[in-house]
């Protein structure tokens, strides 16, 4: 398949992750679920959560291990944001370009990677809404976007 933006092609470099267990492995599901919550309280998002457990831990998969994933075990706590990370990180790129065009008013490069901002947030936007993860009356509004973020 070709990607989004440039219709190249090629080998994405990813490998799947291991299924089984490594022998090496001490941790159990309980504890990596405790784990995950004590970090999570600690102010980490979830993708750093994982970096966390991978680095620091050895936890190479938390799905093989604990049989949920980062997401559903906070989601299970109550500690999942109602804004998803990924929809967030998109939003504050959104408000940096535009603070960026503010002052750089002929920058049409940044013109152009403001709308590609602004079309994926609204993809992903129009995902989470068929997932239920955002609520289906929840608008991405370039002028209160600012609200979001603090």
Known sequence: ?????????????STTPIK???SWMRYKGK?????????AKGGNT??????????????HSVKAVSKKSIS???????????IPEDLMALIKKF??????????RQDKTAKRGLQLTDSKIRRLV?????????????????????????
Request: no cysteine; net charge positive; aromatic share 8%.
């Open 72 to 82: 559903e075990t906070l989601d299970e706590n109550k500690l999942l944001k109602e």
């Open 95 to 104: 408000i940096e370009v535009k603070k960026h065009l503010e002052k750089n």
């Open 31 to 39: 504890e990596i679920e405790k784990l995950i919550i004590k970090l």
């Open 126 to 150: 129009k995902y989470y809404k068929k997932t239920k993860k955002l609520p289906a009356d929840w608008k991405f509004e370039a002028e209160k976007v600012k609200m979001y973020v603090e």
């Open 1 to 13: 398949m070709a990607r989004m933006y440039s219709r190249d092609r090629g080998i994405s470099g």
């Open 46 to 59: 979830p993708s750093e959560i994982g970096m966390v457990l991978r680095d620091t831990y050895g936890i």
């Open 20 to 22: 089984k267990i490594p």
